[in-house]
């Protein structure tokens, strides 16, 4: 053989050496276990939201005009309330976070005022 196949063939084997190499082989089944896992996550999550909210044609075949209406009247006032109640817990979670990094600018600010003190001793 000439340099150039026997490089080619070196190439071949170190690519094949990587190929099936068992760290690889071990993240690409944890990555699938995870997609698996997320797949199934939002399969549970969809199944839940449609038993949930219920499309409007199936509300309106059970139910005579005007229930209906009233129907989509009190549907449209809760979203309305599960969507402020959202805002609601996000602003209470900005709300912890602002507390706790005031609590922790109060602890530094102290620390420095300690340390000056000690400085200029």
């Known amino acids: 053989m000439d340099?150039?196949?026997e490089e080619l063939g070196n190439k071949l084997r170190q690519l094949e050496r990587d190929m099936f190499d068992p760290s690889l082989n071990g993240r690409e089944q944890e990555i699938w276990a995870?997609?698996?896992?997320?797949?199934?996550?939002?399969?549970?999550?969809?199944?839940?939201?449609?038993?949930?909210?219920?499309p409007p044609e199936v509300q309106?075949?059970?139910l005579d005009e005007e229930t209906a209406k009233s129907?989509?009247?009190?549907?449209?006032?809760?979203?309305?309330?599960e969507h402020d109640s959202d805002e609601c817990q996000v602003l209470d979670a900005y709300d912890?976070?602002?507390?706790?990094?005031q609590t922790e600018l109060q602890l530094v600010?102290?620390?420095?005022?300690?340390?000056?003190?000690?400085a200029n001793s």
């Open 3 to 5: 340099n150039a196949e």
């Open 34 to 54: 995870r997609m698996i896992g997320i797949r199934e996550r939002g399969k549970r999550l969809k199944a839940e939201m449609e038993k949930v909210v219920r």
């Open 60 to 62: 309106d075949a059970s």
């Open 71 to 81: 129907a989509k009247k009190v549907s449209v006032s809760n979203r309305k309330l």
């Open 96 to 101: 912890v976070q602002l507390k706790h990094l």
């Open 109 to 118: 600010q102290q620390e420095f005022e300690d340390w000056e003190r000690a």
